[in-house]
């Protein structure tokens, strides 16, 4: 606007110096044709004055506009500075948690293998009990057999088999559980079926260059048979032993052969008999 303003102050000045230069060369209707133009180059610049205040204008406007875009660009702007702020805070706050819940179900989980540990060392310890208890039962169900005999039941002295072989009866009984062994007859007869073990000792105070003999037998078949040959004159002893399957009934005996003897004090039981129940079938 202010431009416009000085180019036509600028251009009256320029008439003015043309009339006085010229003086009366110019007519009256080159003036009018001067003031003409004059007037129409007014009327344009008016106009452009005219639009340059609409531009003026148009530009104030939209400074305005680009003002408050800018006003509000910053607000935007700083309130997503706002929103990083407090999504960083609550990020740190979810990690937090997060690593609170991974430590609180790594506890959780640690709690979940003891309790199974715990109830799957229940379930043996039930099973462990309920086995004992079984045992206990089948302990207790089971027969018992066990017997021990000594061969003299008083005093001391020999026993001999003369001529024929003789069946020992073991007559001092020592220990008898179950009233499997007859000191009567000597025979263990077995009361269910069932593995058994037997052992003997015998003792003889042989004659120098002389035999000591023992037999077992089963059901009248012979099982074993020691044999000690004597050359220093001291006592001799024989010992051994079976692990014998036996029905019920079967009966099993110790036999002094023909031509034997023993040798045994009562107080000392140097002959003595035994035999027992491991396990009926």
């Known amino acids: 606007m202010r431009a416009a303003i000085s180019l036509l102050v600028l251009l009256l000045s320029l008439c003015g110096v043309q009339t006085e230069s010229h003086g009366t060369d110019f007519s009256t209707q080159d003036i009018s044709n001067e003031l003409k ?36 660009s910053e607000t935007k702007v700083q309130v997503l500075q706002d929103t990083k702020a ?77 001529d024929n072989d003789l069946d020992l009866v073991f007559k001092r009984v020592i220990t008898n559980v179950g009233q499997a062994y007859s000191n009567t007859t000597g025979f263990f007869t077995a009361p269910v079926r069932g593995v058994y073990y037997f052992r003997f000792t015998v003792r003889d105070d042989l ?22 040959y004597d050359t220093d004159d ?29 040798a045994d004090i009562v107080d000392y039981n140097y002959c003595t008999f035994s035999g027992f129940l491991l396990f009926p079938l």
């Open 37 to 72: 133009e004059l007037r129409d180059m007014m009327v344009d610049l008016r106009v452009t004055l005219r639009h340059t205040r609409d531009d003026v204008k148009v530009l104030q406007a939209e400074n305005v506009a680009v003002k408050e875009r800018l006003a509000t």
């Open 86 to 162: 407090e999504m960083k805070t609550e990020v740190d706050n979810l990690k937090k948690e997060n690593a609170a819940q991974e430590a609180e179900l790594a506890l959780k989980m640690d709690n979940a293998v003891h309790e199974q540990e715990l109830a799957a060392l229940k379930t043996r310890l039930a099973a462990s009990e309920t086995k004992v208890e079984n045992l206990e039962k089948e302990i207790r169900a089971a027969p018992k057999v066990a017997f021990s005999a000594g061969l003299r039941e008083s005093g001391e002295g020999y026993t001999r088999s003369g």
């Open 207 to 228: 004659d120098k260059n002389s035999y000591m003999r023992i037999r077992m037998y089963k059901n009248g078949q012979q099982l074993m048979r020691l044999s000690d």
């Open 234 to 262: 001291k006592p001799s002893y024989l010992s051994s032993g079976l692990t014998l399957q036996l029905e019920k009934g079967d009966a099993v005996n110790m036999v002094l052969p023909a031509g034997s003897r023993l």
